[in-house]
T-cell receptor, first 111, second 110 residues
Framework: DVKVTQSSRYLVKRTGEKVFLECVQD?????MFWYRQDPGLGLRLIYF???????EKGDIPEGYSVSREKKERFSLILESASTNQTSMYLC??????????FGPGTRLTVT | QKEVEQNSGPLSVPEGAIASLNCTYS??????FFWYRQYSGKSPELIMS????GDKEDGRFTAQLNKASQYVSLLIRDSQPSDSATYLC??????????FGPGTSLSVIP
């Protein structure tokens, strides 16, 4: 079974803090994704990576950056957290461009 | 026009009935189609993939694809209360991007 893990299930941060969300997958997938999910807005792609050190912007990259130094690990960074970044953050991985497997999610609250 | 559309619901069906979830997409060249189930507070879980026209069955689930009508559906037979969740349709487009629909909330009433 594919396993995707995320570093925290719940996180509370203050406005202006730098926030790191970590994602690790154990299936040697080349593609990894970061989404946020908000009520009424669905899943929105923030960034994805198709190889180590490679990244592509998704639909809403503003205020976020990513890092992929190793194939199994994909990090999402909020440079200066703001209240409008309060959301559920979901990491996913895939081999190829089809089925994506999601981690458990991190519910981030920025106060 | 949104790229992937679903009725938001909620769709309510009695236990034991067939639940029918529908999804339409705008990119005629889309290649691959997926259904995910998401329980409240949890992450999406892949339940079905379909790539060619027609039906694909897996247990109580049947995915139906009609590329000419740009329509994909998910039927759940003998619905159970444990099927109550939000179902997300996802489409891999001709430009190799996977687009998720907004999801349909299903409630199975005992």
């Amino acid at each position: 079974d594919v396993k995707v893990t995320q570093s925290s299930r719940y996180l509370v941060k203050r406005t202006g803090e730098k926030v790191f969300l970590e994602c690790v997958q154990d299936m040697d997938h080349e593609n990894m994704f970061w989404y946020r999910q908000d009520p009424g807005l669905g899943l929105r792609l923030i960034y994805f990576s198709y190889d180590v050190k490679m990244k592509e912007k998704g639909d809403i990259p503003e205020g976020y950056s990513v890092s992929r130094e190793k194939k199994e690990r994909f990090s999402l960074i909020l440079e200066s957290a703001s209240t409008n970044q309060t959301s559920m953050y979901l990491c996913a991985s895939s081999s190829g461009l089809d089925e994506q497997y999601f981690g458990p999610g991190t519910r981030l609250t920025v106060t | 026009q949104k790229e992937v559309e679903q009725n938001s619901g909620p769709l309510s069906v009695p236990e034991g009935a067939i639940a029918s979830l529908n999804c339409t997409y705008s990119d005629r060249g889309s290649q691959s189609f997926f259904w995910y189930r998401q329980y409240s507070g949890k992450s999406p879980e892949l339940i079905m993939s379909i790539y060619s026209n027609g039906d694909k069955e897996d247990g109580r689930f049947t995915a139906q694809l009609n590329k000419a009508s740009q329509y994909v559906s998910l039927l759940i037979r003998d619905s159970q209360p444990s099927d109550s969740a939000t179902y997300l349709c996802a489409v891999r487009t001709s430009y190799d991007k996977v687009i998720f629909g907004p999801g349909t909330s299903l409630s199975v009433i005992p």
